[in-house]
């Protein structure tokens, strides 16, 4: 939790009592259904949420804008986003129904009025999304493909929209087909040793105007 209020020192106090919450309640639901690994659990400001909040020191997400996380897992990186952007909307997506129950326990135990989850494919979600984000779910090309259409024609972002995905090491071969892509190292922002690999990638998207 110290984390958290080095490096986002300005939230609200309800903002920072969620943030506290967020560990009982993964603690709780660990133990009955393993959604983070037993050694992350114990660090998990660290390798969960701080990482998650990497893509909030990238882009900050505007009021009313839509956000879609793809293969959330339990919640990660759309339930610590949520939390820091209220007035946004959080669209949290997974194939698999247990760790979606797990998202679903964590948003009434956060009261997360902003979030809402979906037990299905990400190919079979319709909708149109400011922002597209996400963590460890697939490579590049397999990911464009199945968001591509999900993304806005309209920008509410100063022209910019798209897909920020946490990835980490060597992307030169990842991102070679991709040559509008932007990587941002989190270790910019963050010290810890952790981060020392580990990136934002922005792929912008074509928005009319
Ligand atoms: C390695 S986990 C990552 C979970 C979470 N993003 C995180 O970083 O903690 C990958 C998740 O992607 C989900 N997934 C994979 N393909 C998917 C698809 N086509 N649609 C929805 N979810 C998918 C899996 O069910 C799994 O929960």
Redesign the pocket.
Known sequence: MELIKKYFPNLTIEQFSKFEKLEELYKDWNLKIN??SRKDIDELYLR?VL??LGIAKVQEFLPDSKIL??????????IPLAIMFPDSEFHL????GK?IKVVEEVKGGLDLQNVKSFN??????NGSYDFIV?????VMPTFVR?VKGKIAKESRHERRNGILY?KGGDLTEELSDYKTAQVFDLSEYFEEDFFDTKKVVYLPMKYKG
């Not at 996380?69 to 759309?78: K, N, R, S």
């Not at 299905?120 to 979600?125: A, G």
């Open positions: 959604v983070v969960h990482h998650s996380d793809v293969g959330t897992g339990g919640g990660f990186p759309g997506v997974d194939s698999i760790k299905e494919r990400v190919e079979d979600i996400s963590r460890a779910v697939a199945w946490l």
